[in-house]
């Protein structure tokens, strides 16, 4: 029922600022407590977390990425956006958004996106 889609440029080149969007379907309804989050995972390696965004504007990143790395939303949109500057090779991976939704009781709802695959190369 609840649908993200990543979108953006599939080819980036090196130095500059891989940019992607996340956008939720017109069918959902951003709950009161949630997490936006983007993962990655290059080719012949694992899920990587890149960053979250929580539902109180709190930004999370992973330690090796954080001081390039922006997650940022327009909630009358139902979007959310990543912004990784300075990229190398090294970036290249497929790219997927996340919504996890919270209960009153913490139980965790996770919605996916289908992934979209950045390259980094001239």
Known sequence: QVQLQESGPGLVQPSQTLSLTCTVSDGS??????RWIWIRQAPGKGLEWV??????????YNPSLKSRTSISSDTSKNQFSLHLESVTPEDTAVYYCARADFSATFDQTWNWG???QVTVSS
Request: aromatic share 22%.
């Open 114 to 116: 289908q992934g979209t």
């Open 51 to 60: 960053g979250v965004l929580r539902y109180d504007g709190n930004t999370f």
């Open 29 to 34: 309804t951003t709950p009161s407590y949630y």
